[in-house]
């Protein structure tokens, strides 16, 4: 069974860090990515960076390059995405994922099978 949990958010100001983590199990055979997701109010999910499995090659989305990272701890089953230098647009409900499809890309999240509940990061001006 597929678990995927979230916690790391919260509210900082612009300029500010967070780090976001992921407990991620039962996923490794089933997935070809885990990666974050954000949704914004009034918006769609888009993706914001990835992990390929088994490999680990990492992809980010434009806006987030050089800002953010994302690593996997393999020994704690957790993913994790460090957050430098944050924007009030970074703000959003930020969703780990598991699944996706190579063919498809990373950043294709209707492709994903799992989802955490999501974890909350508010960034003010």
């Known amino acids: 069974q597929v678990q995927l949990v979230e916690s790391g958010g919260g509210s900082v100001q612009a300029g500010g860090s967070l780090r976001l983590a992921c407990s991620a199990s039962?996923?490794?055979?089933?997935?070809?990515?885990l990666g974050w997701f954000r949704q914004a109010a009034g918006k769609g999910r888009e993706g914001v960076a990835a992990?390929?499995?088994?490999?680990?090659?990492?992809y980010y989305t434009d806006s987030v390059k050089g800002r953010f990272t994302i690593s996997r701890d393999n020994t704690k089953d957790t993913l994790y995405l460090q957050m430098n230098s944050l924007q009030p647009n970074d703000s959003g409900m930020y969703y780990c994922?598991?699944?996706?499809?190579?063919?498809?890309?990373?950043?294709?999240?209707?492709?994903?099978?799992?989802w955490g509940r999501g974890t909350q990061v508010t960034v003010s001006s």
């Open positions: 039962g996923y490794a055979s089933i997935s070809a990515y």
């Open positions: 992990i390929s499995l088994p490999y680990g090659r990492t």
């Open positions: 994922g598991a699944g996706g499809s190579s063919y498809y890309g990373w950043a294709a999240g209707g492709r994903y099978l799992y």
